[in-house]
T-cell receptor, first 118, second 111 residues
Framework: EPEVTQTPSHQVTQMGQEVILRCVPI?????FYWYRQILGQKVEFLVS????????KSEIFDDQFSVERPDGSNFTLKIRSTKLEDSAMYFC????????????????FGSGTQLSVL | QKEVEQNSGPLSVPEGAIASLNCTYS??????FFWYRQYSGKSPELIMS????GDKEDGRFTAQLNKASQYVSLLIRDSQPSDSATYLC???????????FGAGTRLFVKA
C-alpha cells in the first residue's frame, strides 16, 4: 500500500540552527501539507501546497518557515533559526483530491519527524 | 471560540459496549468532516469521512452529521481493547485547503 515517507524520524538540533524535514508524498497525490503536534497537544495545521505554491498557511507559519518541492517526489519543510518552542512532531500529509473534488479531501499522514531543539 | 471542539476525555467503556464520541465546529461553510484515530506516538489515520447530514456506517463505525447544529459524532459498536486510542475530529474549512483538528478524545476500552 502506498504511503507517505518522512525522514529523518528524529532530529536533534541546537537552538538557532536551521533544519530541513523531508517528505515523499504518495506518488499520484497532488496536495501536500505540513502539520505539527507538540507533545500532549492537538495536531496543528501549518501549510498546504498545491501546484508549486502555498495554498493556505496558518499564523504559526511565519517567515521562519518555508516549504519547497525541489523535484517530482520530495516535499520539504525548512525551519530557520530554530527555537525551543519548535520542538514537536512534524507530520507531512498528502491527498489525492483532483479537480473540484474539494469535498473528498482525505489526508494520508507520514509517520512524522520528532524535532527536538536544545 | 475554538474551531473544532471535543471532550478530551478520557472516555472509558467496557469491551463490547458502544463508545460515543462528539464534536462541534464553528465554520458554518464547512462541507467535509472526518474522524481520525491516533495511537500513542503514531500519526493520525483516517477512519471515517462524512459529507451529508445523517448517518454513515462502515463496519463497527457510524458517523453522524448535523450541519444545522454544527455537530459531528462517531459511534463505535462492539468496542474492542484495540480501539483504545485518541479520536480526532477534523473539519475541512470553507476555503478547502485547511483541515482543522480537534484536540481529540482519549478512549479506553477495558477488557
Amino acid at each position: 500500500e502506498p504511503e507517505v515517507t518522512q525522514t529523518p524520524s528524529h532530529q536533534v538540533t541546537q537552538m538557532g540552527q536551521e533544519v530541513i524535514l523531508r517528505c515523499v508524498p504518495i506518488s499520484n497525490h497532488l496536495y501536500f501539507y505540513w502539520y505539527r503536534q507538540i507533545l500532549g497537544q492537538k495536531v496543528e495545521f501549518l501549510v498546504s501546497f498545491y501546484n508549486n505554491e502555498i495554498s493556505e498557511k496558518s499564523e504559526i507559519f511565519d517567515d521562519q518557515f518555508s516549504v519547497e518541492r525541489p523535484d517530482g517526489s520530495n516535499f520539504t519543510l525548512k525551519i530557520r533559526s530554530t527555537k525551543l518552542e519548535d520542538s514537536a512532531m512534524y507530520f507531512c500529509a498528502s491527498s489525492e483530491r483532483s479537480g473540484t473534488e474539494i469535498k473528498r479531501e482525505k489526508l494520508f499522514f507520514g509517520s512524522g519527524t520528532q524535532l527536538s531543539v536544545l | 471560540q475554538k474551531e473544532v471542539e471535543q471532550n478530551s476525555g478520557p472516555l472509558s467503556v467496557p469491551e463490547g459496549a458502544i463508545a460515543s464520541l462528539n464534536c462541534t465546529y464553528s465554520d458554518r461553510g464547512s462541507q467535509s468532516f472526518f474522524w481520525y484515530r491516533q495511537y500513542s506516538g503514531k500519526s493520525p489515520e483516517l477512519i471515517m469521512s462524512i459529507y451529508s447530514n445523517g448517518d454513515k456506517e462502515d463496519g463497527r463505525f457510524t458517523a453522524q452529521l448535523n450541519k444545522a447544529s454544527q455537530y459531528v459524532s462517531l459511534l463505535i459498536r462492539d468496542s474492542q481493547p484495540s480501539d483504545s486510542a485518541t479520536y480526532l475530529c477534523a473539519v475541512l474549512n470553507t476555503g478547502g485547503f485547511k483541515t482543522i483538528f480537534g484536540a481529540g478524545t482519549r478512549l479506553f476500552v477495558k477488557a
